[in-house]
C-alpha cells in the first residue's frame, strides 16, 4: 500500500492530484481538506478500518491530577529495562523481548509501520511496552489462583513515552480531541489536537480483527475512556486505552460463536452496552458483570416480520437477549429520546424496537438487498438507511417512507444526519459508499409530499408477550418522492467505509485505511 506521508506539513503534498481536496457544500459552506492521516498497515480485506473522533472537556480537579500522576508512575516503572537474559530458541518477536523499552531501531521500525509517521514528523518520542493487564468486572467471583488461564488474546500493548506529559498539559482545557482508530490487528488512540497527530496508545491483538466499537460518552475523561471493541471471533473488551486495563466478554464465544458486527453504549447509561452479531443476535452486557457460563440461549424460528426478546435476571451477562433476524445485523442506532432503537440486518428490513419494553414497533423494508447503515434525525421524527439497493431512503418515524434519494452507483456504507444545520424542518444529511463518492443531501418536509401507502398490523404470541407491529409494505418507486444530491464528490480512489459530520468538519475513511478531515469554512455571502 502506498503511503500518502510527506516530510513536508503542507497538506497539498499529502493529497493526490486525482482526487478532490476540496467542495462547495451545504448553506453557503465550504469545505477544505484539512488533514489526512494513514497508518502504515495493511487493511482486511473483510474487516475494515473504523473510527471515532471525541471531543473531552476537562476540570483541574484532585481525580484527575491523582489519576494522571499514577500514569505517569505506571510509565516510569515500565521504561525500567529488566535484567537480560540468554536467547531462547523461540520464535522471533517484534521487538526486543529482553527490555520493556523499545531501543531507537524497533522504535523507528514501529513509527513506521504502524504509526504511518515517518522520524522528521514523529521526532524524539519513543514507544514503551506495558505489561497486558486483564481487569475482572466489579461484580465477578473470586477463583482460585490455579483456575486462572493465560489470556492470549492480547499481542501486545504500547504507549507514548510522554503519556502522562500531555494528559498533564490537558488539565482545566476545553475541546481536547482523540481519535480512535481501528485497522488490521490493531487499535489506536491518537491526539488529535497535536501538530503532527500523535499516537498516544496502542493496542495489537493475536489473531482478532477489531470490526466495531464505541466510547463511553458519560464516563469519558482525560485520563480514563472506556471504549467497548467487537471482534470478528465474537469476543468483545471493554478498554481504557490511556492505562492499558482491559476486561474481556464473550470469551472464545461462550455467550454467541458469531462475529460481532455492531457495537454501542446504551445513551447515558456509565455500564450497559449492546452488541449485535452475524447471526441476527443482539445482546445487552453489563461492564460489571461476568459471562454466564455454561450459555443456552433459547432456539427460536425468526423470520424478517417477527422478534424475540428474553430478560435475564441474573448477576452475569447477558442483561437481555434479543433474536433480530436470521441473518447478519449490520447496523444499530438509538433515537434521540433514548427509548428506541433502530437495527438493519441483510434481510433487508429496518426494525425499530422500544428499548424499555423490548417490543418491536415498526418494519420497514429495503427497495431490494440488505440494508447497511442507519441514522435518526436530531428531532427523532425520521430515520435514514442504506443499502444493495445503491439507495438512500428517508423513513417518517410511526409513519411510512417519505422519499428516495438516487445519486450513488454502488452500495452505501455509512450515513448520517448533519445534526447541526438540520433545523427549520430543513434536513441535511450525508452518505459515503463503494463508489468512493460523498453526496450530501437535504430535504424539507415542506416540499416532499406524503405518498399514500397502506401499513397493515401484525400481531405474534412468542414466550414472553404479544407484540403488536405495524409491517410497512414496500412502495414501488413511481409512488414514492425522488431526491437528488445537491453535492456529489468524489474523494477518494477506493471505496469509503466510514462517515462521521461533526459542528465544523466531515470526517471519511476508506477501505485503504485513509482518514480526511474536511474542514467546513463558511463563504463571505453567508
Partial sequence: MKSARSSSSSIQQLVRKDVVNSFHGLNGNNYQL?????????????YLPSFSLITVDSSSNDLIVNQVEDVYKLRENFKK???????KNKKSRPYDADSVEIRNSSSESLNKKNFGQDDSTQGDTKFIEIPCSEAKPKNAKPRPQKSTIKDNFVLKIVANDKLAKILTSKINKPNNEYLFFSIGLSFFLVDYNLKPKTTLSCICFNEAFPVCHDVNLVTKDISSVDVVIGFNTGDIILYNPISGKYTRYNRNGCLNRAS???????????????????????????????????????????????????????????????KVSDKKITACSFSPELDHIAITSMDGTLKIIDYS?????????????GMLCVDWSPDGKFIVTGGQDDLVSVWAYKGNIVARCQGHSSWINSIMFDKTNSINRCYRFGSVGEDAKLLLWEFSVNTIPRPRSKSFRKSKVDLEKTIVSVDHEVLPRNEVSNVIPLVSKSIYDSAICELDIKENMIITCCNSGIIKVWEREKSSEA
Avoid at 529495562?81 to 536467547?87: A, F, L, Q, V, Y
Wanted: proline share 9%; charged share 25%.
Fill in 34 to 46: 484539512n488533514d489526512e492521516i494513514q497508518f502504515d498497515i495493511q487493511p482486511h480485506q473483510y
Fill in 81 to 87: 529495562p529488566k535484567e537480560k537474559r540468554k536467547p
Fill in 260 to 322: 460481532c458486527t455492531a457495537i454501542k453504549w446504551i445513551p447515558e447509561s456509565e455500564n450497559e452496552f449492546i452488541a449485535a452479531f452475524n447471526n441476527g443476535v443482539v445482546m445487552v452486557f453489563d461492564k460489571d458483570k461476568e459471562d454466564t457460563t455454561p450459555f443456552n440461549p433459547p432456539d427460536v424460528p425468526v423470520n424478517y416480520n417477527n422478534f424475540f426478546s428474553y430478560k435475564y435476571l441474573s448477576e452475569t451477562n447477558p442483561n437481555q437477549w434479543w
Fill in 357 to 369: 419494553s423490548n417490543q418491536l414497533c415498526d418494519i420497514y423494508h429495503s427497495y431490494f438487498g
